[in-house]
């Protein structure tokens, strides 16, 4: 498979469940970005990650938890989520940092906090 | 990071070319002009970057003044599968990973 990959690509859970979501890339990138669209607003940039350490945690509430083991992967655990955090969640990657750089983009995933 | 202005929305007919202008008055001297496309549940996509004069692709091509403070996306011969939204994103290359998409500008193509 090539690309940005994303699983699940639908998730209903309720307010106090524990889920997490999966992102792969397999074009060798050494930056991963996530990032939350919701209904009829622009996308929020939620984490950073370069070369596997955190760059940026934009003011994120805590239920937001992101992992990234290595490059290649980035996950984002979610625990008793709101049902404002329904939304469509974007994993993005990058050769590098930086706004030259095309972020290459997944498909989402769909989240439903009921 | 540069603000951006566009236009909420156009609309136009399968064929014709489609303009979308971006404004962005306070560019710095480092930054370059980015468009993305995002199609409904999907992530955006690049489609096409430059720094100044004029870049063409297959997809597109884009202008950009001498004075940079706006540039032009151009879509030929648009087609009912380029509906979507655009976004015009500014930033500069190594400091501005935090792209700012904004509301982006929906193009509606009717047939």
């Known amino acids: 498979e090539t690309g940005v990959t994303q699983t699940p690509r639908h998730l209903v859970m309720g307010m106090t469940n524990k889920k997490s979501l999966k992102c792969e890339q397999h074009?060798?990138?050494?930056?991963m970005y996530w990032y939350k669209q919701s209904a009829k607003k622009p996308l929020e940039l939620m984490f950073v990650?370069?070369?596997?350490?955190?760059?940026e945690n934009n003011s994120v509430p805590s239920r937001f938890s992101p992992e990234c083991p290595n490059s290649s992967h980035l996950f984002l655990h979610l625990h008793t989520l709101q049902p404002e955090d329904s939304a469509l969640y974007l994993c993005?990657?990058?050769?590098?940092?930086?706004?030259?750089?095309?972020?290459?983009f997944g498909p989402g995933t769909r989240l439903t906090v009921t | 990071l540069a603000k951006t202005t566009q236009p909420i929305s156009m609309d136009s007919y399968e064929g014709q070319e489609v303009n979308i202008t971006c404004s962005h008055n306070?560019?710095?001297?480092?930054?370059?002009i980015t468009w993305y496309q995002q199609f409904p549940s999907q992530g955006p996509r690049f489609i096409i970057q430059?720094?100044?004069t004029k870049v063409t692709n297959e997809v597109a091509s884009l202008f950009i003044p001498a004075d940079r403070k706006s540039s032009t996306l151009s879509l030929p011969r648009v087609s009912l599968s380029d509906t979507a939204v655009y976004y015009c994103?500014?930033?500069?290359?190594?400091?501005?990973?935090?792209?700012?998409f904004g509301a982006g500008t929906t193009v509606t193509v009717r047939a």
């Open positions: 993005a990657s990058s050769h590098t940092l930086g706004a030259v750089n095309e972020q290459y």
């Open positions: 074009l060798g990138h050494n930056a």
């Open positions: 990650y370069s070369l596997e350490e955190r760059v």
């Open positions: 306070n560019i710095a001297t480092n930054d370059y």
């Open positions: 430059g720094y100044k």
């Open positions: 994103l500014v930033g500069e290359p190594s400091n501005d990973y935090k792209l700012s």
